[in-house]
C-alpha cells in the first residue's frame, strides 16, 4: 500500500524534500550533453557574463535536480500517476557547482477528476532555495489515485 494517495495531498501542506549538494562535474556534463552555452561550460566565457556571476547549471539541470527529490520523497511512495504539465517556471538566480539547495513542493490545490472519479489532480508549487535566495520555481499540477473513489465503499 502506498504511503502517499491523492488524500495526502491537502492545500496548505509543505512536503519537505530534503537538500542536495550541486556537483559541479554532473552540472557540466548535463550541459554538455542538453544545455551546452558557454556560461554552462567554459568558466572564462561565464565570468565575461557579469549577469550570471560565474560557470552556472542550467535551469534544466536545477529542474531536474528539484525532481529527483520529488521522487525520492514523495512519487516513489505515492500513488502518482504522472503529470499533463505546468506553468509558470523560473530561475530567480543562477546556481553554481558546490551550492546547497534545499527542495520543497508546497500543495496549493486538490479535487478529484469529475470524469475520473478514481484521480486526483493536485497543484504544487516546486521551489529549491539557496539559504533565502529561491533559484528554482514551478508550479504543475500532479496525477494521484484516490484510496477510495466516490460513491465505493
Not at 40 to 55: E, Q, Y
Not at 93 to 121: C, F, M
Request: charged share 15%; aromatic share 10%.
Amino acid at each position: 500500500m502506498p504511503e502517499f494517495a491523492y488524500e495526502d495531498f491537502i492545500t496548505g501542506r509543505v512536503f519537505d524534500l530534503g537538500s542536495t549538494t550541486v556537483d559541479g562535474a554532473e552540472m557540466i556534463e548535463f550541459a554538455k550533453r542538453f544545455d551546452p552555452q558557454p556560461f554552462h561550460l567554459d568558466p572564462v566565457a561565464a565570468a565575461a557574463n557579469t549577469l550570471l556571476g560565474g560557470l552556472c547549471a542550467s535551469g534544466w539541470y536545477t529542474a531536474a535536480l528539484w525532481m529527483r527529490a520529488w521522487a525520492d520523497t514523495v512519487l516513489n511512495r505515492s500513488t502518482s500517476l504522472g503529470s499533463p504539465g505546468g506553468n509558470n517556471l523560473s530561475w530567480p538566480a543562477p546556481v553554481y557547482g558546490g551550492d546547497v539547495l534545499a527542495a520543497q513542493a508546497g500543495i496549493l490545490g486538490a479535487r478529484v477528476s469529475r470524469s475520473k472519479p478514481e484521480l486526483g489532480l493536485v497543484t504544487v508549487l516546486a521551489t529549491l532555495h539557496r539559504d533565502d535566495v529561491c533559484v528554482y520555481r514551478a508550479q504543475f499540477t500532479a496525477l494521484f489515485g484516490v484510496r477510495t473513489p466516490a460513491g465505493v465503499g
